[in-house]
């Protein structure tokens, strides 16, 4: 298996209750690295950039409210298979339907205020870490 790059963001549900360091420890001890981190507190322009994807879904609006309520915490994180690996330690989108030891298992508050983001393909993640990180401050 390769070693690739997947992106990540700590949500403002999860940086609020100080669960940063929880987040990134689950993040690592699945064998992920984190290899590039900021905290930032996104702009109404960042999100909705951002999550133009989903711009004509009813939810869209309340999305980017929730996005720019507080800091998140932007990440790429490196290791064998990493989009997949990130995915699986994050747990379904649905708390409710996340298995045990999943981030959102553990920490997410509801569907909305699931606490973390990761990218769903390769592609996806070259696209979601160009728009948040200058390659030389990726320092893996």
Known sequence: MAVTRTFSIIKP???RRNLTGAVTAMLEDAGLRVVAS?????TREQAEGFYAVHRERPFFSEL???MISAPVVVQVLEGEDAVKR???VMGA???ADAAEGTIRKTYAES???NSVHGSDSDENAAI???FFFKPEEIVG
């Open 13 to 15: 549900d999860a940086t």
């Open 38 to 42: 900021k905290r930032i507190h996104m």
């Open 64 to 66: 980017v409210d929730f």
């Open 86 to 88: 990130n995915r699986d």
């Open 93 to 95: 989108t649905n708390p």
């Open 111 to 113: 569907i909305e205020a």
């Open 128 to 130: 979601e870490i160009a």
